[in-house]
């Protein structure tokens, strides 16, 4: 927890959900880093680590894991602690006291979760209680029907290097088996699977597919365990499934998720973070072109975002904002420098650190991103963040004799952790068995590389890379605004777009009815008014028209819940500047819906000063204290706009309202706006932020260490002041006091606050005038009960009214107000039922859920 400088232990904190499930009381982060502390050279810190991991770590607690991420996390860490330690031991400096300690613990961790794999099907429950195992009634877990198709198809690495370094060979007998369902069970037209299975009936509860989130190591397991085991099964199933990828999935730059039984129609119209591994797994494979493609599309949303949004969508707004320093994309700059030696790679390297040492940066590590739009951060460092982000990145810069041992006698997990080849020839009893001839031939095109190749692929054309980037290069920043568009390669090159646009559309337009109803199309004017879109595509004219149809019905529905978002507030970001943070902590703070609008005005900042009384609720009684400074005031007892208003008389030039609540956090409760009090507030002219408990509690703790803490509040954190880096050293609380004030006048002369992003965002806002037919409200809203009708009849439907309320990025921000007793607010006009909400964004927030659950 870099915000706090702890470590986070489960139980100890308040619970985050699935996103737990990663943490066992077993030291994780130290074990998931061993192997990292070999690469980076830092031999003397591995033994010291190894020591630890071997004196502390219990794996007997009770505690309910995933066992996706034990595996790849815990098992990995220490199987590739082991790898690298047996290395250090041959060469006979280090380690020479180690006895296979890290593979016995590995081995016992082994057995704790075979008892998952007990279901007819020989796919894993997803959870274990690492000490009472499955199904009892002290283990707590084994109710679950389903799982994820990563989290079944991504454990033959590990397990298999278990079995072959131990011997005992039921480690990759069931992992394999795992993996022989999940192809058994693919969907067999498309040859895709589905992101959810039912791990007793085999059934896909989810459909949709991709290679991102829930999906994306099962594919990355298929190739890799080909490389490391030599069994061509792997391959063949790999090939397979990569062709349906190719054909389906992949769109360049773009990878968007599909219908497994419909595969030409698009599930989504966004792309989450975690499919940015994949270029570097189609570099393994040697499918360049595409790796190119795809990379550079996210290199060009990443220098807008400065990271990796966790979803985007396909026109390159952020989806969900959230970044918790994931490292795939870093990955596949490796894998990419690797093939292609193009330095080009090194500057996006280049970049990527210079991004984190800019925003995630803080004293205690590096802090996930809460919100990659107003860098705010989360108290949170995943342990990937050293196993793989480091590894790679180094990786990335090392020359071959920076590197103690040869690299390429290993290969990466999907923590990248160093499995070693030679395995391949150890114990190979289960190799082999399993070749059919089931596998039909493919169109030789995608295998023109089938080989893992880890020379330079184009020695003698250095500008190759560069030729395929060349007309990707303004993919991202001349992109308009636009719905999904489901085309093959050749319309999607040639800019087909649906003849009539759904931003062009009005109801009242007899041409416009005219081709509606060419597309399939129909138009239903509801009584009170509005006016619904319904698609059937078997009423379209051609198939053609159907297509075109469904493109305009995917713009309709992305252009209303553009408008929708347009609605809300965005968060806000409280940065704290003065010593010795110097802008490194920026804590997500929700908005006031009165106040002085931080997005329209020049950021506030003024040291802080609480008030008193705290709840803010009476005239203050120390207004000398708060007076030209932002008033700290506690949550509770009357309105925010009354606290508002009492600071406001006082003096103080801004307010922070800080949750009553304690222990509350942005990490684990909805983020909201403040409401007004149902009169009129334009006498509030201070702008007001409101922060949960743990938020609140950084400004608070940091008072009483410093004294003097000054805050930026704004729509978005401000970079720090290379003035202010450059004075980081310990001073006295004197000195630090002179030195805010010195950078209170050097910042306050700073920036234009309506920045690139607000202007692209206001710039969205002229869709609702040009879709304002007469008999419309100006707005489009997804009509959840048509949307989710019968699929097989393959229609999708909009309605279009004027009641557009949103659950934005995963902050599912609401407006709440102090007393019962204010007017209900929401952050559209009227408030819509929240049944009716969660049914519109149903999907998405599956989606999110599962994200979560594969520790996206
Ligand atoms: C890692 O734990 C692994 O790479 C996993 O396969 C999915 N992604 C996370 C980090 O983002």
């Known amino acids: 927890m870099p915000l706090t400088c702890r470590g986070r232990v489960r139980g100890q904190e308040p619970s985050r959900g699935d996103v737990d499930d990663a943490l066992g009381k077993f030291s994780l982060t130290l074990i998931d880093s061993l192997d990292t502390l070999v690469v980076l050279n830092k031999t003397k810190e591995f033994e010291d680590?190894?020591?630890?991991?071997?004196?502390?770590?219990?794996?007997?607690?009770?505690?309910?894991?995933?066992?996706?991420?034990?595996?790849?996390?815990?098992?990995g860490g220490l199987l590739g602690g082991h790898s690298l330690a047996i290395m250090l031991k041959e060469k006979g400096e280090y380690m020479q006291w180690y006895n296979d300690e890290l593979l016995q613990m590995a081995k016992q961790l082994g057995y704790k979760l075979l008892p998952a794999f007990n279901t007819t099907s020989g796919l894993p429950y997803p959870r274990i209680n690492l000490k009472f195992g499955i199904r009892k009634p002290e283990a707590r877990t084994g109710t679950e029907t389903d799982t994820c198709t990563a989290c079944a198809g991504t454990l033959i690495l590990e397990?298999?290097?278990?079995?072959?370094?131990?011997?005992?060979?039921?480690?990759?007998?069931?992992?394999?088996?795992?993996?022989?369902?999940?192809?058994?069970?693919?969907?067999?037209?498309?040859?895709?699977?589905?992101?959810?299975?039912?791990?007793?009936?085999?059934?896909?509860?989810?459909?949709?597919?991709?290679?991102?989130?829930?999906?994306?190591?099962?594919?990355?397991?298929?190739?890799?365990?080909?490389?490391?085991?030599?069994?061509?099964?792997?391959?063949?199933?790999?090939?397979?499934?990569?062709?349906?990828?190719?054909?389906?999935i992949s769109q360049p730059p773009l990878l968007l998720d599909v219908h497994i039984h419909k595969p030409m129609l698009n599930a989504r119209t966004w792309m989450d973070a975690l499919l940015a591994f994949f270029p570097g797994l189609q570099v393994l494979k040697g499918d360049i072109r595409p790796a190119i493609e795809t990379h550079e599309m996210l290199y060009q949303v990443i220098?807008?975002?400065?990271?990796?949004?966790?979803?985007?969508?396909?026109?390159f707004r952020v989806h969900w904002a959230q970044h918790p320093l994931r490292p795939e994309f870093a990955e596949s700059?490796?894998?990419?420098y690797k093939a292609t030696g193009d330095p080009y790679y090194l500057e996006v390297g280049k970049t990527l650190i210079e991004n984190l040492n800019k925003y995630a940066r803080v004293p205690c590590g590096f802090a996930a991103m809460k919100d990659v739009r107003t860098g705010s951060h989360e108290d949170r460092m995943d342990s990937f963040f050293l196993a793989e982000m480091f590894k790679y990145l180094y990786l990335l810069f090392a020359d071959k004799e920076d590197i103690i041992f040869d690299i390429e006698d290993y290969i990466f997990t999907t923590e990248a952790h160093l499995l070693p080849l030679w395995l391949s020839t150890t114990n190979q009893s289960m190799s082999k068995k399993n070749t059919t001839s089931e596998y039909t031939e493919l169109d030789d095109s995608n295998f023109d590389w089938t080989c893992p190749n880890t020379q330079i692929l184009f020695p003698n054309d250095p500008l190759y890379a560069q030729s395929i980037r060349e007309p990707l290069k303004n993919v991202v920043d001349k992109s308009c605004p636009r719905g999904i568009i489901r085309v093959r390669e050749e319309s999607f090159r040639s800019g087909a777009k649906p003849p009539l646009r759904a931003r062009d559309f009005m109801a009242t337009n007899p041409e416009h009815l005219e081709i509606l109803k060419k597309m399939g199309v129909s138009l239903i004017h509801l009584k009170d008014g509005r006016v619904q879109l319904v698609q059937h595509a078997?009423?379209?004219?051609?198939?053609?028209?159907?297509?075109?149809?469904?493109?305009?019905?995917?713009?309709?529905?992305?252009l209303s819940s553009q408008q929708q978002k347009e609605q809300q507030l965005p968060p806000r970001a409280v940065q704290i500047v003065s010593h010795p943070f110097f802008g490194r902590v920026v804590l997500t703070a929700g908005p006031a819906q009165f106040g002085l609008d931080l997005s329209k005005h020049k950021e506030t900042r003024g040291f802080v000063a609480s008030s008193k009384p705290y709840n803010g609720c009476s005239e203050l009684t120390n207004p000398e204290a708060v007076m030209g400074k932002i008033a700290l005031i506690q949550r509770g007892q009357c309105m925010f706009a009354e606290k508002a208003r009492n600071i406001q008389n006082a003096g103080a030039i801004g307010g922070i309202v800080i949750d009553d609540n304690e222990g509350s956090s942005s990490d684990t409760a909805p983020l909201f706006q403040m409401a007004g009090d149902g009169k009129d507030t334009d006498d509030i002219k201070i702008p007001m932020l409101f922060l949960f408990s743990k938020e609140g509690s950084i400004i608070l703790d940091a008072i009483r260490e410093y004294e003097e803490v000054e805050v930026l509040l704004s729509d978005k954190a401000k970079d720090r002041d290379p003035e202010m880096e450059n004075e980081e050293q310990p001073s006295s609380e004197n000195d630090s006091q002179n030195q805010s004030a010195e950078q209170m006048t050097s910042i306050s002369q700073e920036v234009d606050l309506i920045d690139q992003e607000s202007l692209e965002e206001s710039s969205l806002n002229s869709h609702p005038e040009s879709l304002s037919p007469a008999d419309t409200d100006n707005a489009a809203s997804v009509s959840p009960s048509e949307q989710?009708?019968?699929?097989?009849?393959?229609?999708?439907?909009?309605?279009?009214?004027?009641?557009?309320?949103?659950?934005?990025?995963?902050?599912?921000?609401?407006?709440?107000?102090?007393?019962?007793?204010?007017?209900n607010v929401s952050w559209g006009k009227k408030v819509q039922p929240i049944d009716s909400i969660l049914a519109d964004w149903n999907e998405d927030i599956e989606a999110f859920e599962m994200m979560e659950k594969d520790e996206l």
């Open 333 to 336: 700059t490796y894998f990419l």
């Open 788 to 823: 989710n009708s019968n699929p097989a009849e393959n229609h999708e439907t909009t309605s279009l009214d004027g009641e557009c309320t949103d659950l934005d990025n995963q902050l599912q921000e609401q407006s709440e107000t102090e007393e019962d007793s204010s007017p």
């Open 538 to 558: 078997i009423q379209a004219a051609s198939s053609i028209d159907a297509e075109d149809g469904l493109r305009f019905m995917q713009e309709m529905i992305e």
């Open 159 to 248: 397990f298999a290097a278990l079995s072959r370094f131990t011997g005992a060979t039921i480690f990759e007998e069931y992992a394999r088996k795992a993996l022989d369902f999940l192809w058994e069970k693919r969907q067999r037209s498309s040859n895709l699977v589905g992101v959810t299975i039912n791990i007793h009936t085999g059934d896909w509860v989810r459909k949709d597919s991709g290679v991102g989130a829930g999906i994306d190591s099962y594919y990355e397991y298929l190739l890799k365990a080909y490389v490391l085991l030599g069994d061509d099964s792997f391959l063949e199933r790999f090939n397979t499934h990569y062709d349906a990828i190719m054909r389906y």
């Open 303 to 315: 220098k807008k975002h400065n990271f990796l949004p966790e979803a985007f969508t396909t026109d």
């Open 49 to 75: 680590a190894v020591r630890k991991v071997l004196r502390d770590v219990n794996l007997d607690n009770d505690v309910v894991v995933s066992v996706f991420e034990t595996n790849i996390r815990v098992l």
